[in-house]
């Protein structure tokens, strides 16, 4: 899974970056222009795969994992192709949105107004979507001109809809499309068309808004709200896990900035995991939910999809609680089911195959 990590200049996104990454990505200075996009892979926290390491005792323990991309901040009404190409493959966007007072750090439109600044990057996102349908439509009706085709007269038709729809400044995501449409302007990498997350990164004077976050009250369809204090969690990525855990406690909160934007991700995209257990190896594998067993031996190996036989199946609950796999065997909680199994989140799978 890859998130594009976007905003304005001037809002954190590079502190939010490092906060995911515990890293430490160059933060441009105010004014400046980054060229070239951070890029980190950051593992997924998941208790339940930490669990079942201690119980196998595996010679390798692998999480899940999230690719995030920081670009460059952009300037409205500068053109924003260049800077936004790195994030055109991105499952998803996370768009930070300063909430945070710093007169260190002057915002470039002199005031702080999140809900201006969202709507402002929405319309930057829409009018690069714009000049994209327009670019290929006169191709398209250049095309048309010479020869009928009923494949490019259908896209032509999806295109001019979603021209109208971006004229009216509301995003492709919004947009309701048939299974065919939305095949058609896969290949566009649309950026309006991403589900997106938006971040609020507020100051360590507004930490109440962290115990009562905006969640996804009056959101938009395809959209997620989170709160983070990018100073705060810059601090505490430098703490070793158990003093972490403490400061956390401290402030009334259960678990960092970034688990929450992670989990918050995941729910967004419809995301849930699976684990493969043994010896060798515990690792949790990303699906979308209502993936079928098959499909979902396909992760894991092409041939372990092709060769399918059975799933080898039981809960990680059900795991916890009785401890084993022969206990689970014993009670019945250890099932075989076929390739139309829908996988569960937490289901632990061994693939029987043929191959």
């Known amino acids: 899974m890859k998130a594009g990590i976007i905003g304005l200049s001037s809002v954190g996104k590079t502190t939010i970056f490092n906060v995911l990454n515990q890293g430490k990505a160059v933060i441009a200075p105010a004014g400046s222009r980054r060229q070239e996009p951070n890029v980190g892979i950051v593992k997924v926290p998941d208790p339940r795969l930490e669990y079942l390491f201690t119980v196998f005792h595996p010679e390798k323990e692998t999480h899940a994992t999230v690719e995030f991309v920081d670009v460059q901040g952009l ?209 949790a594998w990303t699906i979308v939910r209502g993936t079928h067993a098959q499909n979902a031996a396909g992760v894991i190996h092409t041939d372990l999809q092709d060769h399918f036989i059975r799933a080898e199946v039981c809960s990680y609950d059900d795991f916890k609680t009785h401890g084993s796999m022969h206990a689970l065997k014993e009670k019945g909680l250890l099932r075989l089911e076929g390739k139309e199994y829908v996988v569960k989140d937490g289901d632990i799978l061994n693939i029987r195959h043929g191959g």
């Open 75 to 283: 300037v409205r009404g500068k053109g924003q192709d260049l800077a936004l190409a790195p994030v055109r493959t991105v499952d998803a966007l996370v768009h930070v949105i300063r909430a945070f007072e710093d007169d260190s750090v002057p915002h470039p439109d002199g005031s702080i107004d999140p809900q201006r600044d969202r709507q402002n990057l929405d319309f930057e996102l829409i009018v690069a979507d714009l000049a994209t349908i327009e670019k290929r439509m006169e191709r398209l009706e250049k095309d048309l001109k010479k020869l009928k085709n009923p494949a490019l007269e259908k896209e032509h038709a999806c295109l001019i809809r979603a021209k109208a729809w971006l004229e009216s400044e509301k995003p492709l995501r919004e947009m309701e499309m048939s299974d065919d449409e939305k095949k058609l302007v896969k290949g566009f990498s649309f950026l309006s068309e991403k589900p997106v997350i938006y971040v609020e990164n507020i100051g360590e004077d507004q930490l109440d808004r962290l115990r009562h976050p905006l969640g996804s009250t009056g959101l938009r369809p395809n959209t997620e709200a989170a709160v983070i204090c990018g100073k705060l969690e810059a601090e505490m990525a430098e703490l070793p896990r158990e003093e972490m855990q403490t400061f956390l406690t401290d402030y009334g909160l259960s678990e960092s900035g970034a688990e929450r934007l992670i989990r918050t991700t995941y729910r967004l995209l419809g995301l849930i995991s699976f684990f493969t257990v043994g010896e060798e190896e515990c690792r």
